[in-house]
């Protein structure tokens, strides 16, 4: 401790304070306010002090001062144990009643003391008890340079009260000039002055000290030319009416009227929250007619705040600002017996590593208020407030999580270990806030390893997840020609997903980075990595383990205290098959419906944090602020997702759950396909794959070589090992297990691909990045361009060139790594539902088709399938631009029909219709082709696959019967519609009687057929009726109108017509 203080009165002597701006005068003295019953201030408090100079004082401005009287009752006072200077900077001594005695540097101001502490702030963890004793401070007033006669001194003060105004119909805020009177038969003058300019209308001459509050500072004399946030003043010439001598004029110290902060200068740590101190020196008005409960709701005086400079720049898919604020829609109110309040202002959480502090300016200014008669609170500006933000994310610099290939996990520490486990998994989830990511392990190599096939990620009531596999099995996995998407965003701020071609990133609100993406071998996610946050730090749980900086306790299981073994803390986090409750693979996850509530701390608050506009609002009363003060509130967190220019494909908001609320009988064409996840029957929840022999030839010496060959070759290696501090020694052991379990080495691109994502994504959280250049680059390109120009997946194939971590593809070539070639038509695409378009369901003007894409130019080449009265009318093709909305789906607008068409179909209404549509890439070579039917399902029923088609009766259901039903079904059907039961009866009888002598062994089978080269025919009757049924045919019942459908497709050079053919007889 001794040598500690010795270090401190060392730092005291070398510090060039001197150099520092004059810190009377200075704005850079941090002021503040010290209770009066106190009296003293704790060392430990000037820590975060933004400026080395300290003005203590007490809530009504009178200053405080380094007393030899310690009222301190807490800690090891430290007190006055010298002479304070008279004028200028001195060193003086204070006496510890614990450690030994020091020395601070006192500066005398006209008024008022200041003290040096950046060397106590330096070493305050030395002192966390000590404590600094205070007093007020008793000067006597200021006076005229040229005093002469002290007899008629007087130390006039400026104070300010809450009276009547002169016709006592109200009250206001006055000024007071207070003074000792002068013994004897004495008059004053008193003159008024603000902001050091002399106020003409409010001097007052020769008035009597039992008159003086005739010379109050009244608004009347004031509000015309002044707005408060000034300085006032009085000064008081005593004058000896016996004798005739007059007094010299003495004026009181500047009293400052309006509301001001405790210090012009914060500073807080990104994510953690302080307070601003806020004080009103002049009282608010409120007509005194008013009850105390009108008064209360009526009487409140509003100020708002705004940020100038903070438009919210959106860096990374996260807000850029300098500060939030915590439960206060960017508003302060005053109530009307209020003399102080605060403000809780939080460091905004940016995502990234700051190479220098950020600054923001808050703005505070009052509204008009109708209870305000006097009209001295309009529009008054509080002095402005200078808050630092101090970075906080170098904390959580490299700290990511990863599950990768089969599956290697990595915790947010740095801990490495396999999973070998098939099933849902929990991999992340914050304690306190409604953040979770799920992940779906299925047996990729029979016996020997399991696979990542889905994520899911959840934040608040909204849901995003891509899935690979259509069941977990522990032997063989089905898994989807594409990845099936769900998506259910039902706000806007939970969320921001991007995507790019086989890769996704999701942006919590916290700031928190999950990436994945999908193998470029098969259909598996071949990466998954979740960046850390500042809202993570000491909050996760999870196969991610706890961020702390302690790899020691990364195996915590769930509702654990203690680190356990891998398989004990793997099997804790396990969902159980199929839960309702747990899952968010489910159909209807139980979670989404359901309030947070697994934060294990019961004082942990739903927070809410606010940022407000960069321009000053419309000086209006309104109890609202946030609206009218266009206020972004509702955010869990001191951060903000956003949108971004740098995507290909940005999510657009939609809440699955909310659409199939709507009540609407037409839904949007935006359909996909999703199917309910299954596990296989034999599916064992106990599996554990360890392999332990080599396969296919290889052996560990071999593997070994050709992995750290593989990372050798990729330039992406050594630039991030060099620049971001990405070392490759584990991803390359990943690799050699990889070649172990699989005998191949098929997935040592998504490894690389794990190792580039994890360099790209924190590259990107490096500020510096953006604004220092490279040394080594002749084309002045920042670090962030070297380091993204080779991370390009595959380095782009040999076919094009590496911009920001994007392939720019040579001619001919396509793909997020330009393997593919534009020649080359799409192939193994399919419509949703089965190729069926329902137009009472469905507006059917565009459709979503599903596929692997390779280049965002998508042409779609429709063939028009008509019908008319005899057949076949004219078809046409028609080409248009397909939007690709990712890798594996694109949407495309169905052609207007023309009206020579229009007018061939108007004889048979509501029929089936459709496209052949075809696909490419150049516009010149079209690939396989896939049908899209359009028909109306309450009156048609159509299999796609088979090329049958239905007629469905209105009211009745279909118009057919299979080949075992009589005729007395169809008669009874058509007299139900008509008749009453004893009506029925009657009918009935007679039309048997009827068909017996027309109809013998007749059939009435549905009028629908399918006419193709490569099926069996039906045979027609002379009048063209298609008959179905199995070859038992019957003649056709000449009240009902004969159909034929002309369906005609042209599929591998085949025609398949479909003939309609309504004719009434």
């Known amino acids: 401790m001794i040598l500690g203080l010795a270090v401190l009165l060392l730092l005291q002597e070398s510090h060039g304070f001197h150099n520092d701006p004059e810190p009377c005068t200075s704005e850079n003295t941090s002021t503040v306010i010290i209770s009066e019953e106190v009296s003293c201030i704790k060392v430990h408090e000037l820590s975060n002090m933004s400026y080395f100079w300290l003005r203590p004082q007490l809530p009504d401005g009178r200053p405080l001062v380094l007393s030899d009287e310690c009222a301190c009752t807490f800690g090891c006072p430290s007190y006055l144990n010298d002479t304070l200077p008279a004028n200028g900077t001195e060193k003086i001594k204070l006496f510890s009643t614990c450690y030994s005695p020091w020395r601070m540097m006192v500066r005398k101001c006209d008024g008022f003391y200041v003290f040096y502490v950046d060397s106590i ?181 509003q100020f708002y705040i705004w940020t100038p400079g903070e438009e919210g720049k959106c860096v990374n898919g996260q807000i850029s600002n300098g500060v939030a604020f915590k439960d206060n829609p960017c508003g302060i109110v005053f109530g009307y017996k209020d003399r102080r309040t605060s403000l809780s202002v939080t460091g905004y959480i940016d995502g990234l590593v700051n190479f220098r502090e950020r600054r923001s300016i808050l703005k505070v200014a009052s509204t008009r208020n109708p209870m305000d008669s006097s009209g001295i609170w309009n529009g008054v500006n509080i002095p402005d407030i200078t808050v630092i933000v101090k970075d906080k994310d170098v904390l959580v610099s490299g700290k990511f999580c990863a599950s990768y290939t089969d599956p290697h996990q990595r915790t947010f520490d740095g801990k490495y270990f396999s999973n070998q486990r098939a099933g849902e998994f929990l991999l992340y989830r914050h304690k306190t806030l409604p953040y979770t990511v799920h992940v779906l392990y299925s ?143 489910v159909e209807n996850p139980k979670i989404l419906s359901e309030s947070f509530s697994y934060t294990i701390d019961d004082n942990t608050d739903n927070e809410n944090y606010c940022t407000c506009p960069s321009d000053e609002p419309v000086n209006s009363y309104s109890p609202d602020f946030e609206t009218r003060n266009q206020a972004h509130c509702n955010q869990t967190t001191p951060s903000s997702v956003c949108g971004s220019q740098v995507s290909m494909v940005t999510h657009t908001p939609s809440c699955g759950s909310a659409l199939r609320r709507r009540k609407r009988s037409i839904e949007p064409d935006d359909v996909v396909d999703t199917t309910v996840l299954t596990y296989a029957t034999d599916f064992d929840e106990t599996a554990v794959f360890n392999v332990s022999d080599w396969i296919n030839g290889w052996n560990a010496t071999s593997a070994r070589k050709f992995c750290e060959d593989a990372f050798a070759f990729d330039p992406a290696v050594e630039t991030c ?23 191949n080495t098929t997935w040592v691109e998504d490894t690389l691909d794990t190792l580039k994502g994890a360099c790209l994504t924190e590259a990107q959280k490096q500020e510096v990045f953006y604004t220092n250049s490279s040394s080594n680059s002749t084309e002045e390109l920042s670090i962030i361009q070297l380091i993204t120009a080779k991370l390009c997946p595959a380095n782009c194939s040999g076919n094009g060139e590496c911009r920001e971590a994007v392939c720019s593809c040579n001619d001919g070539f396509i793909g997020s790594d330009c393997s593919a070639r534009k020649s080359m038509p799409p192939t193994e695409f399919s419509l949703p539902s089965g190729g069926i378009c329902d137009t009472s369901k469905r507006l059917c003007q565009r459709t979503n088709i599903a596929g692997t894409f390779y280049s965002e130019e998508v042409f779609a080449r429709f063939t028009y399938i008509q019908v008319g009265e005899t057949g076949f009318a004219d078809n046409f093709t028609v080409t248009k631009n397909a939007t690709l909305r990712h890798f594996n789906l694109i949407t495309v607008s169905l052609p207007e029909i023309p009206e020579s068409s229009r007018r061939l179909r108007r004889s048979v209404m509501d029929g089936v219709n459709g496209w052949n549509i075809t696909l490419s890439y150049d516009g010149l070579t079209f690939g396989d082709q896939v049908t899209l039917l359009v028909y109306n399902s309450q009156k048609y029923s159509c299999e796609t696959q088979t090329l049958t088609c239905q007629k469905l009766k209105i009211g009745t259901g279909i118009d057919s019967l299979s080949s075992k039903s009589g005729p007395s079904g169809h008669l009874a059907a058509i007299a139900g519609v008509v008749c009453g039961v004893v009506v029925i009866v009657t009918l009935m009888i007679i039309i048997i009687l009827v068909k017996k002598k027309r109809i013998p062994n007749g059939r009435n089978q549905a009028v629908i057929g399918i006419q193709r080269d490569d099926i069996k025919q039906t045979p027609t009757s002379d009048t063209g009726f298609v008959l179905g049924g199995n070859g038992d045919y019957g003649p056709i019942i000449s009240s009902l109108p004969p159909i034929q459908y002309v369906y005609q497709q042209k599929r591998a050079g085949t025609d398949i017509s479909l003939h309609f053919d309504d004719k009434e007889n």
């Open 721 to 743: 090992n060099d620049l971001v501090n990405i070392s490759s020694g584990s991803y390359i052991d990943s690799c050699v297990e990889d070649i172990k379990m699989s005998g």
């Open 443 to 585: 047996a990729c190599i029979w016996g020997r390893a399991t696979c990542n096939c889905g994520i899911a990620i959840r934040s608040g009531g909204s849901l995003f997840s891509v899935r690979t596999c259509k069941e977990v099995s522990t032997t063989w996995t089905k898994t989807f020609q594409v990845p099936e998407e769900k998506s259910e965003i039902c706000n806007e701020n939970d969320l921001r997903i991007q995507k790019y071609w086989r890769y996704y990133t999701v942006t919590f609100p916290s700031g928190t980075v999950v990436s994945f993406s999908v193998s470029w071998w098969s259909s598996w996610v071949g990466s998954i990595r979740i960046r850390a946050s500042v809202s993570d730090i000491g909050n996760t749980e999870g196969l991610c383990g706890l961020v702390n900086d302690d790899v020691t306790d990364d195996f915590l299981p769930k509702n654990g205290h203690s680190a356990t073994d891998i398989d004990r803390f793997a099997e804790s986090w396990r969902i159980p098959m199929n839960s309702a409750d747990d899952s968010l693979f």
């Open 121 to 301: 702030t330096h070493f305050y963890s030395e002192f966390r008890q000590e404590t600094i004793c205070l007093a007020p401070y008793q000067e006597s007033c200021k006076k005229s340079k040229n005093s002469t006669d002290s007899d008629l001194h007087v130390c006039p003060e400026v104070r300010s009260f809450h009276e009547e105004t002169e016709d006592g119909l109200t009250m206001e805020a006055v000024f007071k000039c207070l003074f000792q009177p002068v013994p004897g038969n004495i008059e004053y003058d008193v003159d008024w002055y603000i902001d050091g300019t002399l106020v003409n209308n409010a001097r007052f001459s020769r008035v009597s000290y039992s008159n003086i509050n005739d010379t109050v500072l009244r608004p009347r004399h004031w509000t015309n030319n002044f707005t408060m946030s000034f300085q006032v003043s009085c000064a008081v010439q005593a004058n000896d009416m016996s004798s005739g001598t007059e007094g010299d004029f003495h004026e009181s110290y500047t009293y400052f009227a309006g509301v001001k902060s405790d210090r012009i200068q914060y500073s807080v740590i990104e994510g953690e929250t302080i307070q601003i101190g806020l004080q009103a020196t002049v009282p608010f008005s409120c007509p005194p007619v008013l009850s105390d409960a009108m008064k209360a709701s009526h009487c409140n005086f």
